[in-house]
């Protein structure tokens, strides 16, 4: 997890946290392990999203009766490791069946630790690949691909290199679309709503349903808990 204000501190404590869960299978299971090698990244991203349907920063059926938003940041290992465990549950057992759909929102934190104003950037260049209905293919692979948050890393080159792996991406009008001051406004609203649901750690989920809204989600959690309160909202 993230604190904004501790991201550089607790970077040990969390991951200590995610060696604990993944050893006792609760944030596991299932998940994909994180591959640096773009080819085995394109490879595994392609067949966690393959046949669901994407819209801007939305996965799954727009028509899904529970909304899962998450809070996240693209350099927070954290945030990555839920993207390749309890994430990729939740994509091929609710996501996939038209039961759940995931919005992806932004929020700083690990971002600031050694990538210091390239935050907005990496928000824009996924949400530059949301407008091709890619956004997702965009964060995956930057969450299996992502270097150490103590690196700054986070150059124009990455992002395009990234960019490059999205099947079908149109890359013009991709880097045309990172340029809009739209989507650097949408950035600044994510965090805008962050703070308003009192925020300010990486991943944090919101979820909502037929039911109401659960309890958020702060921080590392197993599938099998968002599970629970998806039950809870359905």
Do not use: H
């Not at 946290?17 to 591959?35: L, P, R």
């Not at 954290?78 to 939740?90: M, N, P, R």
């Amino acid at each position: 997890m993230r604190l904004i204000w501790l991201a550089g501190l607790v970077a040990v404590a969390a991951a200590a946290i995610v060696v604990v869960v993944v050893a006792v299978g609760g944030g596991g299971g299932g998940g994909a392990a994180k591959s640096t090698n773009p080819t085995a990244a394109k490879a595994a991203v392609a067949a966690v999203l393959k046949g669901i349907p994407q819209s801007g920063d939305t996965l799954g059926n727009s028509k899904a009766p529970v909304t899962v938003t998450e809070f996240g940041d693209l350099v927070c290992p954290v945030c990555g490791q839920f993207a390749l465990t309890s994430e990729q549950q939740l994509i091929a057992a609710d996501v996939r069946a038209g039961t759940v759909k995931l919005v992806y929102r932004g929020l700083e934190t690990a971002s600031s630790t050694a990538n210091p104003g390239e935050y907005v950037a990496s928000q824009v260049a996924a949400r530059a690949a949301g407008q091709q209905s890619r956004e997702w293919d965009y964060l995956l692979l930057w969450y299996n691909e992502q270097g150490s948050e103590t690196d700054p890393y986070v150059t124009d080159s990455y992002m395009q290199g990234l960019a490059q792996q999205v099947p079908g991406l149109n890359l013009p009008a991709w880097q045309a679309a990172r340029n809009s001051q739209t989507l650097a406004n949408a950035v600044t609203a994510d965090s805008k709503a962050a703070s308003a649901l009192g925020f300010n750690e990486t991943p944090s989920l919101t979820i909502t349903g037929p039911k109401g809204s659960a309890t958020p989600i702060v921080g590392v959690d197993t599938y099998a808990q968002i599970e629970a309160e998806i039950k809870q909202v359905s």
